[in-house]
T-cell receptor
Framework: DVKVTQSSRYLVKRTGEKVFLECVQD?????MFWYRQDPGLGLRLIYF???????EKGDIPEGYSVSREKKERFSLILESASTNQTSMYLC??????????????FGDGTRLSIL | GQSLEQPSEVTAVEGAIVQINCTYQ??????LSWYQQHDGGAPTFLSY????GLEETGRFSSFLSRSDSYGYLLLQELQMKDSASYFC??????????FGKGTHLIIQP
């Protein structure tokens, strides 16, 4: 089974801090994604990556950046955390190329609170 | 861009059948997927339709009509464990999935 592991289940940070959310997958998947999930808004794509050192903006990239130095690891960075970034963050990975329709495998999520 | 519409909440009775509809608008189309998410859990993949018609997987079926930009998820023989949120998602191009806002399925005994 595919395993997508997010480094923290719960995280509390302060406004203005630089925050790192880590995600690791163990199935050699090419594609990795970061979403945030808010009540009534569903899942919204922040950033994605189809290969090492490659990144593409999703629908809501403002205030975030990402890093993919190794194939198995995709990091989401909040450059200067703000209270409106309090949310559930979900990482996902999938096999295949740019137009892959393989199922996305999700981690358990990180519930981030910014105080 | 892409947008999807699905009901926010559906209520059904244990043992019954329920249909969750999804309409979408997208500039390109590479398939409609369905995901299930229990409270506090991760979304898990249920089904995928690239072509028109019905796909069946056990108690769950998914339907797609590309000409109508419409699909649905059909759940049969409902069980209490099916209480969850269900998301439709569309792949419109060379980017990640766009998800609907989710349908909260409430099952009553």
């Amino acid at each position: 089974d595919v395993k997508v592991t997010q480094s923290s289940r719960y995280l509390v940070k302060r406004t203005g801090e630089k925050v790192f959310l880590e995600c690791v997958q163990d199935m050699d998947h090419e594609n990795m994604f970061w979403y945030r999930q808010d009540p009534g808004l569903g899942l919204r794509l922040i950033y994605f990556s189809y290969d090492v050192k490659m990144k593409e903006k999703g629908d809501i990239p403002e205030g975030y950046s990402v890093s993919r130095e190794k194939k198995e690891r995709f990091s989401l960075i909040l450059e200067s955390a703000s209270t409106n970034q309090t949310s559930m963050y979900l990482c996902a990975s999938t096999l295949g190329g740019t137009y892959s329709n393989q199922p996305q495998h999700f981690g358990d999520g990180t519930r981030l609170s910014i105080l | 861009g892409q947008s999807l519409e699905q009901p926010s909440e559906v209520t059904a009775v244990e043992g019954a059948i329920v249909q969750i509809n999804c309409t979408y608008q997208t500039s390109g189309f590479y398939g409609l997927s369905w995901y299930q998410q229990h409270d506090g859990g991760a979304p898990t993949f249920l089904s995928y339709n690239a072509l028109d018609g019905l796909e069946e997987t056990g108690r769950f079926s998914s339907f797609l009509s590309r000409s109508d930009s419409y699909g649905y998820l059909l759940l049969q023989e409902l069980q209490m464990k099916d209480s969850a949120s269900y998301f439709c998602a569309v792949r419109g191009g060379a980017d990640g999935l766009t998800f609907g806002k989710g349908t909260h399925l409430i099952i009553q005994p």
